[in-house]
């Protein structure tokens, strides 16, 4: 489904994980940066309320995370905005801990289940448990923290879907399907599966270019990769032991399917949508090295089956009607739990977020 199913309060803590495979080198931030500063200027209140206080080091890790799925994105977030997304990131903070205050037994449970299919649907993203951890202590998280802050903000949507009382029918749900002004929605693009061996050009943390020297001599190994392919060496054991993308070398350089476009580098797409069977592409150059592809399977492009998405249509559905139904009610929580804003900067930020100024974070 090509509408986006935003959440009140999406994975933040999770976003960086989430950044495409093939780059995701470029997402190797680590949280050093934001312990220095703890170390040099303590970790300070920067909100409370009732029940709750948030730290800057809680702030931190969010905007770190953003910043990583940026840098895997071949984006860079401006200084400029800084302050403006602190100020979203803070109000979302400050709003999921209202509402787990409010969170029942069955709330607490709803937002475990899904918490825990969104794991393994990054699980599934990043092609192993090995993979997921490296990515998890590059960005300074453990696994039973990424599960309970994913959780707490699965929970917290839970929450506000029951206080609002909102609910979409079968009904709804149908007839949003048969719709003729969204049958676009429903197109499943032709999609690709690859494997893939990349050889970077560039520093994975510092995102610096390699020397010309140390470029020169990537470009003739991956040529000489390219050779012992084409006399029929095997291209995952290849990959496992020479690709430099961590999150799929130890799947034999297995992607998982993607449309055209969403790789975000070009030169890949274009040669993975070329390949036909099991074919070989040339060397490929994009912005972060040198790659070679390998098709594993291709499927074409359909209308997708309405048992297939229903329940996404209907969580859409209902994130509809909360979008509407939430503002007004978050702030009356805000305003019962006497919410300050301890930072001058972050206060303005923080009022201008709660006016419903347009989301600033990077696309996913």
Excluded: W
């Excluded at 730290?55 to 969010?62: I, T």
């Excluded at 709803?110 to 092609?127: F, P, T, Y």
């Amino acid at each position: 489904m090509k509408k986006q199913m935003k959440l009140i309060f999406p994975a933040v803590f999770a976003v960086t994980l989430f950044a495409l495979p093939c780059a995701q080198a470029a997402a190797a931030t680590n949280s050093q940066p934001t312990n220095a500063m703890t170390a040099l200027f303590g970790d300070p209140v920067v909100a409370k309320g009732k029940g709750f206080e948030i730290k800057r080091s809680e702030l931190d890790e969010v905007i770190t995370g953003l910043k990583s799925a940026a840098a895997a994105h071949g984006q860079v977030i401006p200084q400029t905005r800084m302050v403006q997304i602190e100020g979203q990131m803070l109000s979302r903070l400050i709003q999921v801990q209202l509402l787990l205050q409010k969170a029942t037994a069955a709330d607490k449970a709803e937002g475990a289940q899904k918490a825990e299919l969104q794991i393994s649907n990054l699980l599934a993203r990043v092609g192993s448990p090995e993979a997921l951890d490296r990515q998890l202590k590059a960005t300074g998280m453990t696994m039973a923290e990424l599960r309970s802050k994913v959780g707490q903000e699965a929970t917290a949507q839970a929450v506000l879907t029951r206080e609002l009382n909102v609910a979409a029918t079968d009904a709804e749900t149908k007839q949003f399907y048969d719709d003729t002004n969204h049958l676009a929605d429903f197109e499943q693009p032709e999609m690709v599966t690859v494997r893939h061996i990349l050889l970077m050009t560039m520093d994975p943390v510092t995102r610096a270019p390699l020397s010309a020297d140390q470029q020169q001599a990537k470009r003739k190994q991956i040529d000489d990769l390219l050779k012992r392919i084409r006399g029929g060496a095997d291209f995952a054991a290849l990959a496992k032991q020479y690709s430099e993308d961590q999150g799929s070398k130890d799947n034999g350089g297995e992607l998982p399917a993607f449309a055209r476009g969403q790789m975000g580098l070009p030169e890949f797409d274009a040669a993975a949508f070329s390949l036909t069977n099991s074919q070989v592409s040339d060397v490929i150059s994009t912005a972060i090295g040198y790659d070679i592809v390998k098709l594993t399977s291709k499927t074409p492009a359909k209308k997708v089956e309405y048992v297939t998405i229903a329940d996404k249509i209907k969580n859409y559905l209902i994130q509809q009607k909360t979008e509407k139904l939430a503002p007004a009610y978050l702030d009356k929580l805000q305003k019962d739990a006497d919410v300050q804003v301890l930072d001058a900067d972050l206060k303005a930020a923080v009022a201008a977020a709660n006016a419903n100024v347009p989301d600033a974070t990077p696309e996913k």
